[in-house]
């Protein structure tokens, strides 16, 4: 039986890509997992994969053409397969998404009249299930591919199991009646690891990863005032000055040993950080509504700057890491946002993050908190200053400010400073950090 | 524990009742010298005598009017339909006396009645004796509708009938009375509206009632051989509906298919699937599915009537179509 090859919402917020690259010609075997095209999305651009076997029969969309998400752009059938009524079916659609997508979306012929709620897909109408057959409230195992185009259809099972264990609807190919995602889908996927995303690695959800504490009625009030006063996030401060001489000498004296022994002031803040928010749950934490989810594991944001905008890949499990993993990590998803190659799972699941306008001499500036994380870092410039030495007179030292903004439902004043304690203690004794 | 028949229990909770209480009398056609048309009545003449096991001419409206007559004066009859068949022309009195009877009186008379007698098709009886009449009577508001699949259930359900102060529609099947089953020699009681789990697996439920229980219980030991382990949800009353066990058993199986003895619009499958969809939408996998009797009347020719009864073949395909292991 034919698999139709659709584009995938490969991002959590994609709604068109453009298909950069065929990577299979017509004719060529397919195996399972194969990447058929390259496409680009709104962040990046990613793997199209083949979700069956056979050959591709049919390349339904040209290169360097915007279609909208599940829109059919290919066929992978058998040899000899008929596959006429797909590809007729698809044609006018591949036609109508031709770029520019928008004009083609709205001149869409209104032939799915009746479908609404797929209203915005411009695929070409399939022929309709001959009505009144007999079996009544059965599966709807000849629901319209076109509605299939316009959103992701998953029992509600599926979609709640979905959101409980963190798999990305959009990236999993549904096995129920005209490609309905289902429970077994969202397992397979959960247990075993992506059949559907072979190239994700997918992380499991383990016991201890994190503690949900429901809301404390105090919680619950100070959640309540504090976002009438400043919202939806009701944010404040805390700036502190660190002295990062230590810190200074002992990156010389790594580089010494070594290029492979060099690490940045950046590397250092970032491992000093993760050390202290292993230490510290309470702001490694997600605001979720009506509780708080503490986590014990610390996945990093960092953001990076890139032509596009701003993006956060994530560094997981940063307080396991050590400075040279940290530092190597870090260039490394550095460099994939900027040749905008961060997959999804790259920049998703962060607990905290941290933001730098060091490199940039801006001295001090306050980052806008990534909900649900319940605080972020603002690294500042690294300056020499003038400072009262413990004797008294002046020395020149080097200093960093960084600004903390903390979500004050989840963070008072008081448990944000502790951390800051912390992380000074470590910035300012880096030993500490290989301890 | 004795093995009995679905008769014997019925003919068991008639004589229990009557022992216990001498306001409760048995009425309708063939129940006395004849010992009942499927003699579920039983030797009941013999021992009450002819003031409390009552023959009457062929006027279902006539009885179950006398019936709701004695109701209102303080009696406790129990009126049985030869089958449910012939009880529409009695329905006026069944709707329109019995069930209103308390809320247009204002609370003045008590309505403690219950009418009984074998519901659905049994073999090659045609189009006019082959109905199933659940979705009608579970309709009107003011009656109770009770279902028993099994000897067991059917002998604590009728004593809870004939107790209740409401009027109970008690629902049996020609093809049920010889059915056996264990049922304990020490009295008890089964109360209305409360739902048995006859069959626990966590694949799929099965909702069900009735004569139906046998054909899902049918389906669910096949379906085992398969590895496909089922629910079986024994409505037994219809009306009230245990709706908290249908939840509890779909929500851990997130799958449903509901099997039913009558056609297939505004079914009691109906009903069931709305209460699912309201309180269980995010516990479902896949649409519920409806097994039921084919949308005609009843056929006479053997096979055509087979076709068109809800059966273990259909049950099975239903159950494997949730659990999406066939198109």
Request: net charge negative.
């Amino acid at each position: 039986m034919a698999t139709k090859v659709f584009m995938e919402a490969l991002s959590p917020t994609m709604e068109e890509g453009r298909l950069v690259k065929w990577n299979k010609n017509e004719g060529d075997a397919i195996k399972q997992g194969d990447v058929l095209a390259e496409v680009e999305t709104d962040k990046a651009v990613m793997e199209l994969v083949a979700r069956g076997e056979g050959v591709l029969r049919a390349r339904l969309v040209a290169e360097g053409a915007a279609v909208p998400v599940g829109t059919l752009v290919g066929v992978i059938g058998a040899k000899d397969e008929d596959i006429s009524a797909l590809v007729a079916g698809a044609s006018a659609a591949a036609a109508a998404a031709a770029p520019p997508v928008t004009a083609a979306a709205a001149s869409a012929p209104q032939s799915n009249a009746g479908t609404s709620g797929s209203a915005s897909t411009a695929a070409a109408p399939l022929p309709v299930a001959a009505s009144g057959s007999g079996t009544h409230g059965s599966a709807p195992s000849a629901a319209p591919a076109s509605a299939a185009a316009a959103r992701t259809i998953a029992s509600p099972l599926a979609r709640r199991l979905a959101g409980d264990r963190g798999v990305e609807l959009s990236g999993v190919t549904g096995s129920g009646p005209g490609g309905r995602i289902v429970k077994r889908d969202i397992e397979a996927i959960a247990a075993a690891g992506s059949s559907a995303r072979a190239a994700a690695p997918v992380r499991k959800t383990i016991e201890g990863d994190f503690e949900d504490v429901p809301l404390t009625m105090i919680r619950k009030t100070i959640a309540k005032r504090l976002a009438e006063s400043i919202g939806p996030i009701p944010t404040f401060y805390l700036t502190a000055e660190f002295d990062l001489s230590r810190a200074a000498e002992m990156r010389t004296a790594a580089a010494e040993l070594g290029d492979e022994f060099k690490v940045s002031f950046n590397d250092i803040i970032l491992k000093a950080t993760a050390t202290a928010l292993a230490q510290h749950p309470e702001v490694n934490a997600h605001w979720l509504g009506d509780h708080i989810r503490y986590h014990n594991r610390v996945h990093l944001g960092m953001a990076v700057a890139t032509d596009d905008g701003l993006i956060v890949p994530v560094i997981f499990d940063a307080n396991e890491k050590g400075l040279g993993a940290i530092s190597r990590e870090s260039k490394e998803l550095a460099k994939k946002a900027r040749e905008r190659k961060l997959k999804p799972e790259d920049y998703t699941g962060s607990t905290f993050s941290v933001s730098n306008l060091g490199m940039m001499q801006i001295e001090q500036f306050t980052a806008i908190i990534n909900p649900p994380e319940v605080g972020i870092l603002a690294i500042g410039a690294i300056e020499d200053k003038a400072v009262v030495a413990p004797d008294g007179g002046f020395e020149v030292r080097k200093r960093l400010r960084v600004t903390m903004s903390c979500d004050h439902r989840a963070v008072d004043g008081a448990v944000g400073a502790k951390f800051l304690q912390t992380l000074r203690r470590l910035i300012e004794n880096p030993l500490l950090l290989v301890h | 524990m004795p093995v009995i028949t679905y008769r014997d229990a019925l003919n068991q909770a008639l004589r229990e009742e009557m022992h216990n209480d001498d306001r409760v009398f048995l009425m309708g056609e063939e129940v006395g010298l004849y010992n009942g048309a499927y003699k579920v009545s039983k030797g009941l003449l013999e021992e009450f005598g002819e003031m409390r096991v009552v023959d009457t001419p062929i006027t279902e409206l006539g009885f179950a009017g006398v019936g709701v007559g004695a109701a209102m004066v303080g009696l406790r009859p129990v009126i049985e339909f030869m089958t449910w068949n012939f009880a529409l022309l009695a329905l006026d009195q069944v709707v329109n006396a019995a069930a209103k009877m308390l809320y247009m009186s204002g609370g003045q008379y008590p309505m403690p009645i219950v009418f009984r007698g074998p519901n659905g098709a049994a073999l090659q009886l045609s189009a006019q004796h082959s109905q199933a009449w659940e979705s009608w009577l579970a309709h009107i508001p003011g009656l109770k509708v009770v279902s028993p699949g099994t000897p067991y259930d059917a002998k604590g359900l009728l004593k809870s009938a004939i107790r209740d102060g409401n009027p109970v529609v008690f629902l049996e099947g020609e093809m049920l009375y010889n059915t056996k089953g264990e049922v304990p020699e020490e009295p008890y009681l089964i109360p209305l509206g409360k739902a048995d789990l006859k069959r626990e697996g966590n694949d799929c439920s099965i909702i069900t009632s009735g004569k139906m229980v046998l054909v899902a219980m049918s389906a669910a030991d096949q379906l085992a051989k398969e590895g496909i382990h089922v629910d079986v949800v024994d409505l037994r009353t219809i009306r009230p509906m245990d709706t908290e066990a249908i939840f509890a058993s779909v929500r851990r199986t997130n799958r449903a298919v509901v099997l039913e003895e009558g056609w297939e619009v505004c079914g009691i499958g109906a009903q069931v699937v709305d209460y699912i969809q309201r309180d269980c939408f995010d516990d479902l996998d896949a649409p519920v599915i409806r097994v039921h009797q084919a949308d005609v009347p009843m056929p006479y020719a053997k096979a055509i009537e087979k076709a068109a009864k809800p059966d273990v073949p259909k049950t099975i395909a239903a159950v494997k179509k949730v659990m999406y292991l066939e198109a």
